[in-house]
T-cell receptor, first 116, second 115 residues
Framework: AQKITQTQPGMFVQEKEAVTLDCTYD???????LFWYKQPSSGEMIFLIY??????QNATEGRYSLNFQKARKSANLVISASQLGDSAMYFC?????????????FGQGTELSVKP | GAVVSQHPSRVICKSGTSVKIECRSL??????MFWYRQFPKQSLMLMAT?????????EQGVEKDKFLINHASLTLSTLTVTSAHPEDSSFYIC???????????FGPGTRLTVL
């Protein structure tokens, strides 16, 4: 069963507008972490934001915020005031607790294009 | 954030040869590193977990004799693709978890092309 699901293969947003990238997950663990990464065409994976399952507040990092809805098992990324440089692939990932050792399981990714 | 490096960034080799890729954590010690493979337009697939001083843990379907992993020190893990074939051509990327905190950082990746 897919553990991390990103249902939007591609998204377009107008420069300076906000955009939400969807991510849902499936786990039976009580302790887990959710991540968002940006991958530009160069291939590097850039860490954006982290949300722990026990964190009561939604994580924020600059223009990035994570809309964490635990009961719905969703962890959507919100990018405010989009910039042309935000055009890239975005991956949601989950790290389960227990003895998983920290490995991340990734979603399929969403390709974001920011239009001028 | 923490820095993870990979070398080489690109490699082209002939079919049947072996290729070694290095992953280094530059400013922190990593007892565990992870190796991923990414095909074009696809997501990252975990290949194996590299543990310092012990054997790597491979994901289902990954041939351990073909993808040799050595984690000899707290800052270096290597992935050797043995007897490479064209279907091994891919983007290989490593990551390491910081010892304190939750972040996990990735190296810049290695693009392998097997002719």
């Amino acid at each position: 069963a897919q553990k991390i699901t990103q249902t939007q293969p591609g998204m377009f947003v107008q420069e300076k507008e906000a955009v939400t990238l969807d991510c849902t997950y499936d786990t039976s663990d009580q302790s887990y972490g959710l991540f968002w990464y940006k991958q530009p065409s160069s291939g590097e994976m850039i860490f954006l934001i982290y949300q722990g399952s026990y964190d009561e507040q939604n994580a924020t990092e600059g223009r990035y915020s994570l809309n964490f809805q635990k009961a719905r098992k969703s962890a959507n990324l919100v990018i405010s005031a989009s910039q042309l440089g935000d055009s890239a692939m975005y991956f949601c990932a989950m790290r389960e607790g227990g003895n998983q050792g920290g490995k991340l399981i990734f979603g399929q990714g969403t390709e974001l294009s920011v239009k001028p | 954030g923490a820095v993870v490096s990979q070398h080489p960034s690109r490699v082209i080799c002939k079919s049947g040869t072996s290729v070694k890729i290095e992953c280094r954590s530059l400013d922190f010690q990593a007892t565990t590193m992870f190796w991923y493979r990414q095909f074009p337009k696809q997501s990252l697939m975990l290949m194996a977990t590299s543990n310092e001083g012990s054997k790597a843990t491979y994901e289902q379907g990954v041939e351990k004799d073909k993808f040799l992993i050595n984690h000899a020190s707290l800052t270096l893990s290597t992935l050797t693709v043995t007897s490479a074939h064209p279907e091994d051509s891919s983007f290989y990327i490593c990551s390491a978890r910081v010892p304190v905190g939750n972040e996990q950082f990735f190296g810049p990746g290695t693009r392998l092309t097997v002719l």
